[in-house]
């Protein structure tokens, strides 16, 4: 137990608003990322971060935002849901400081647009 | 650049062997290795890096070919707890998984 968890863990939601997921960590640990997880895809990743204010785009970074105010905490946001974006969206950290270590995942968020 | 795993899915009876194979077009660094149950998080098996350092579990195995940037996952007398979906995960700018290969185990 990595002591992540993630909220809400579920939400249906509509097309055109807004919605915002977060990440919350207890270990301190400088690498978190967020993935999104859809049949015959595998895991994805959308944005990852390496310190408070520094963040990176994954592969799939189009349509969403991420922001990292504190080390605790990490925050996905959909600006305009999509139907597209419907998924399951998983939270992840290091225990590293690099991307070359292990990473431990949260419980996951079901993200329904409609 | 999602590294490609082979099978896709395979049914064991308890107590034989299993391998998951993961191939990738560009060189690597590492190969991460996660098991994943239904309606579960993914969950840390095993990495391996460049330079033959290998981290992780126990009773399962694998194998990293720098030169073939490949790795396989090596399942040995399997049991029922080793159902699941299998990802591999490779570092190109961020973690890239493979798609998965599911594993199901038979009494």
């Known amino acids: 137990d990595a002591g992540i968890t993630q909220s809400p863990r579920h939400k249906v939601t509509e097309t055109g608003t807004p919605v915002t997921l977060r990440c919350h960590q207890t270990?301190?640990?400088?690498?978190m990322y967020w993935y999104r997880q859809d049949p015959g895809h595998g895991l994805r990743l959308i944005h990852y971060?390496?310190?408070?204010?520094?963040?990176d785009k994954g592969e799939v970074s189009d349509g969403y935002s991420v922001s990292r105010s504190k080390t605790e905490d990490f925050l996905l946001t959909l600006e305009s849901a999509t139907s597209s974006q419907t998924s399951v969206y998983f939270c992840?950290?290091?225990?590293?400081?690099?991307?070359?270590?292990?990473?431990?995942f949260g419980p996951g968020t079901r993200l329904t647009v409609t | 650049q999602q590294p490609v795993q082979s099978p896709q899915a395979v049914i064991l009876r308890e107590g034989e062997d299993a391998v998951i194979n993961c191939s990738s077009s560009?060189?690597?660094?590492?190969v991460h290795w996660y098991r994943q149950k239904h309606g579960e998080a993914p969950v840390f098996l095993m990495i391996?890096?460049?330079?033959?350092e290998q981290k992780g579990h126990e009773k399962i195995s694998a194998s990293f070919n720098e030169k073939k940037q490949q790795s396989s996952l090596y399942l040995t007398a399997s049991q029922l707890s080793y159902s699941g979906t299998y990802f591999c995960?490779?570092?190109?700018?961020?973690?890239?998984f493979g798609a998965g290969t599911r594993l199901t185990v038979k009494p």
């Open positions: 992840a950290i290091s225990r590293g400081e690099a991307i070359s270590y292990e990473q431990y």
């Open positions: 270990e301190n640990h400088r690498y």
């Open positions: 971060s390496y310190g408070v204010k520094d963040t």
């Open positions: 560009k060189a690597l660094y590492s």
């Open positions: 391996l890096l460049k330079g033959g």
């Open positions: 995960g490779t570092e190109a700018g961020g973690m890239r």
